[in-house]
Each structure stands twice: as structure tokens, then as C-alpha cells.
């Protein structure tokens, strides 16, 4: 007898969107990595080295709407790790550097495990 296949979990379902009530997964713990994740790549975009880029800029480079970058800058929605790569790409930065602390603020937040 098969069992049937479990339903997929949708990688959107594991991170937080913007508004009352919506955390999901790992509650305050993502709301932190997806804001600090936002802040860091605006970071990186208004202060380069070789001239400010605007969103608009950074969007076409990195084949997004501007309104999804606004939307990441902001910490409202969590970009796959494909449009992570592609943004690393477009502000000419290793994937890494997107994960290092924004100006003022200590390292990311570890998820503490705990066992089931």
C-alpha cells in the first residue's frame, strides 16, 4: 500500500510577510535575518564605492521588479537563493557579503536549535 506523498512545505511559508499575525516558521528569529538581509543589500547599493545605484538600477541588473527589491530592502518578503545570487552579482559582492552585519549592528542572529 502507498502512502500518499506528503504536500511540498513552499519555501514562502518558512519566512514572515509583512502585516499582523503573519509570522510563519521561525517567528522573531526570521523577522531579524529578513530585515537585516533587507538592510544590508540597500546598504550595499547606496554605498558603493563606485557611485550610488538606485533601486531601478539594481532591480534590472539583478532581473527583479523594483517593487520586489523595495520589498526586500524593507524586510517585508525573503528572496530565494537564486535572487540572492543575482543580486550579489549585480553589486559586484560576494553571496557572503550580503549576510554580514549592516553598519551599527552586531552579526546576524543564530537560531538556537533545540531538540524534538
Avoid: C, Y
Wanted: hydrophobic share 35%; no cysteine; glycine share 10%.
Amino acid at each position: 500500500m502507498n502512502k500518499p506523498a506528503k504536500p511540498r512545505r513552499d519555501v514562502k511559508t518558512q519566512w514572515i510577510q509583512s502585516g499582523p499575525g503573519a509570522q510563519r516558521g521561525g517567528g522573531d528569529h526570521n523577522v531579524d535575518v529578513v530585515r537585516q538581509l533587507g538592510q544590508r543589500i540597500r546598504e550595499l547599493r547606496v554605498g558603493r564605492r563606485t557611485g550610488r545605484m538606485t533601486q531601478e538600477d539594481l532591480a534590472e541588473r539583478a532581473d527583479i521588479s523594483v517593487s520586489f527589491l523595495s520589498m526586500i530592502e524593507r524586510g517585508e518578503r525573503a528572496p530565494h537563493i537564486e535572487t540572492l545570487a543575482s543580486l550579489a552579482t549585480a553589486l559586484e559582492v560576494h553571496i557572503a557579503d550580503l549576510f554580514a552585519p549592516v553598519r551599527g549592528e552586531g552579526p546576524m542572529p543564530r537560531r538556537k536549535r533545540t531538540r524534538a
